[in-house]
């Protein structure tokens, strides 16, 4: 009886031992799966979200090069006008589409075209088409709206750019939009000309990316390079600016968002206050260097 208490005694505790083993391994082996899949999903995202930022640049690019070969050939600025409205019609992510150019750089007729609905009261080459519940509508450009980033940046460093997010309202519509501007400077032999620019509602965008979700609390957030918080699962945070919440210059993550560099740590959440697995994929759009 006595032997037989013992090895039963014996068989639990090897039992014990080895449901303790297993379940141990278990977990580290779902909690590496775990970490490994959220990897993957997130780069995919972020992969995602750089193709639906660079075909917008793709477009602007090539209306600016379509423009360039109307432009050469004499050809009336109605071409122009046409691809840009096409443009935004084939297109479901873009809000809006627009170009602006220096007095008389089209085509030396500026002052033909005084007076004219479509064009400023110097009758400049500036015209902007832009999205609302699929119906096309034009805003009528400003001689102010050449102070503007959207067109003082890329003229100054002569390069395209993505547009820090900004809000917008159209000129003679009710209609206010959380937007960027992908914009493409028209450059003639060294020589500024004007800017071809596609807007996108990062409304959508958001959406699209607190849609994607990891198991019970994990999410996506989109940071645009000034640090401004563009999307995030406690709205609370949406707009505000992450360098006012990681402070420390000298941690990794700052330095990620910072620099541009892809990161993966496990750290204690600014947000939470929970340890978490974090990682980081810089996007980068064209020619730029942030």
């Known amino acids: 009886l006595k032997t037989a208490i013992y090895v039963t005694f014996?068989?639990?505790?090897?039992?014990?031992f080895l449901f303790a083993f297993i379940g141990i391994k278990n977990r580290k082996y779902a909690y590496e799966d775990s970490k490994t899949l959220v990897k993957e999903i997130s780069s995919k995202a972020a992969l995602e979200t750089e193709i639906y930022l660079s075909s917008a640049l793709m477009v602007a690019r090539s209306i600016e090069q379509k423009s360039m070969i109307i432009r050469d050939a004499g050809l009336?600025?109605?071409r122009v006008i046409d691809i840009l409205t096409t443009s935004i019609k084939r297109n479901s992510n873009f809000l809006a589409a627009w170009t602006m150019w220096e007095p008389n750089a089209f085509d030396k007729k500026d002052k033909t075209f005084i007076g004219d609905s479509l064009y400023d009261e110097n009758g400049t080459m500036s015209v902007c088409f832009?999205?609302?519940?699929?119906?096309?509508?034009f805003e009528k450009n400003e001689t102010s709206d050449y102070n503007k980033d959207y067109y003082t940046i890329p003229k100054n460093q002569k390069t395209e750019i993505l547009i820090d997010p900004f809000y917008y309202q159209y000129h003679k519509h009710p209609y206010t939009y959380y937007?960027?501007?992908?914009?493409?400077?028209?450059?003639?032999n060294a020589t500024f000309l004007g800017v071809f620019g596609i807007d996108i509602n990062l409304e959508n965008l958001k959406y699209r990316l607190n849609t994607i979700k990891f198991y019970k609390t994990g999410y996506l957030s989109l940071i645009s390079n000034d640090g401004?918080?563009?999307?995030?699962s406690d709205t609370s945070f949406i707009e505000k600016n992450i360098f006012q919440i990681i402070t420390e210059k000298d941690s990794l993550t700052y330095k990620s968002i910072k620099k541009g560099k892809e990161l993966s740590e496990e750290v204690i959440s600014e947000f939470t206050g929970q340890s978490?697995?974090?990682f980081f994929y810089p996007i980068k759009i064209g020619n730029g260097n942030t």
């Open 10 to 16: 014996f068989t639990a505790v090897v039992f014990i």
């Open 76 to 78: 009336e600025r109605k």
């Open 130 to 137: 832009f999205k609302h519940n699929n119906t096309i509508l």
């Open 179 to 188: 937007e960027t501007s992908v914009v493409v400077p028209v450059i003639e």
């Open 228 to 232: 401004t918080i563009i999307s995030h």
């Open 276 to 278: 978490v697995f974090r």
